[in-house]
């Protein structure tokens, strides 16, 4: 019987796949394929001779998986004075700290301004960071910010009915008031635009200047406990959440 190799050309078997992209053991992959909660290309299949190849998109309960052992994705909470680039004409710090002998050559996606803290995603995986940045995706994000003055409502439902800035209007998906203490507001925002500065232009423009600013959620991915300055690498489920977006 001829082996299973990576040059066999119908593919490799699906459950193989599964078990080397650590989504369980080949037995445990075999019965996923049986129940139906595998699809690859948008199909699901249920038999156990199934094969694939590289390029097919594998869905096993809804999530993506990544078959590629290569690929990196990682969280990275960056700290208030870093720029958003892995190298800076300037001098300035910026993201190359982060990219170690075991991450391997890495990038950011997208970006926050110097000033801004928080979520940031890093990753080698080109193809989904193209598609994450490109202007039609838009992503839901949650920032928290420290204004001067004491937001009322009424500045809350400005912010969700939408505001006119010199690029256009924008509104906020939700907004909400998190704490008050000595003439300042934490707000909570909500918002799919990635325009530059974007928050920190609403804010202003109902006359709460930010004070500070902090990502917290990008998608699927929740800064958490993640300390200042650390990175993690993203979770399975995360992965897959954020590849079913852009894919």
Same mark, same amino acid.
């Given at each position: 019987?001829?082996?299973?190799?990576?040059?066999?050309?119908?593919?490799e078997r699906l459950q193989?796949?599964?078990?080397?992209?650590?989504?369980?053991?080949?037995?445990?992959?075999?019965?996923?394929?049986?129940?139906?909660?595998?699809?690859?290309?948008?199909?699901?299949?249920?038999?156990?001779?199934?094969?694939?190849?590289?390029?097919?998109?594998?869905?096993?309960?809804?999530?993506?998986?990544?078959?590629?052992?290569?690929?990196?994705?990682?969280?990275?909470?960056?700290?208030?004075g870093v720029v958003s680039?892995?190298?800076?004409?300037?001098?300035?710090?910026?993201?190359?700290?982060?990219?170690?002998?075991?991450?391997?050559?890495?990038?950011?996606?997208?970006?926050?301004?110097?000033?801004?803290?928080?979520?940031?995603?890093?990753?080698?995986?080109?193809?989904?960071?193209?598609?994450?940045?490109?202007?039609?995706?838009?992503?839901?994000?949650?920032?928290?910010?420290?204004?001067?003055?004491?937001?009322?409502?009424?500045?809350?439902? *400005? #912010?969700?009915?939408?505001? +006119?800035l010199e690029d256009g %209007?924008?509104? =906020?998906?939700?907004?909400?008031? &998190?704490? !008050?203490?000595?003439?300042?507001?934490?707000?909570?925002?909500?918002?799919?635009?990635?325009?530059?500065?974007?928050?920190?232009?609403?804010?202003?423009?109902?006359?709460?200047?930010?004070?500070?600013?902090?990502?917290?959620?990008?998608?699927?991915? *929740? #800064?958490?406990?993640?300390? +200042?300055?650390?990175?993690? %690498?993203?979770? =399975?489920?995360?992965?897959?959440? &954020?590849? !079913?977006?852009?894919?």
């Amino acid at each position: 019987m001829a082996n299973e190799t990576d040059q066999h050309p119908e593919g490799e078997r699906l459950q193989k796949v599964m078990a080397r992209a650590g989504v369980a053991s080949r037995r445990a992959s075999e019965e996923l394929i049986l129940a139906g909660r595998v699809a690859v290309n948008g199909r699901i299949v249920r038999e156990l001779g199934t094969r694939v190849r590289p390029e097919d998109r594998i869905e096993v309960a809804g999530l993506v998986i990544v078959t590629d052992p290569g690929l990196r994705y990682y969280a990275l909470n960056k700290p208030a004075g870093v720029v958003s680039t892995m190298h800076d004409e300037h001098g300035r710090p910026d993201l190359s700290r982060w990219a170690t002998a075991e991450t391997g050559r890495i990038f950011n996606v997208g970006r926050l301004d110097e000033a801004t803290r928080g979520l940031l995603l890093m990753t080698n995986d080109g193809e989904l960071a193209h598609q994450l940045m490109h202007p039609s995706f838009e992503v839901e994000k949650v920032y928290v910010a420290l204004v001067r003055g004491r937001v009322a409502p009424r500045d809350l439902a *400005r #912010l969700r009915q939408g505001v +006119e800035l010199e690029d256009g %209007p924008i509104r =906020a998906d939700a907004a909400r008031v &998190l704490d !008050r203490a000595d003439g300042r507001t934490l707000v909570e925002i909500h918002l799919h635009s990635g325009r530059n500065r974007i928050v920190r232009r609403m804010l202003a423009h109902i006359g709460h200047p930010v004070l500070e600013l902090t990502r917290r959620r990008i998608g699927p991915v *929740r #800064l958490g406990a993640l300390p +200042e300055g650390e990175m993690r %690498p993203l979770t =399975a489920e995360e992965v897959g959440r &954020l590849l !079913r977006l852009g894919r």
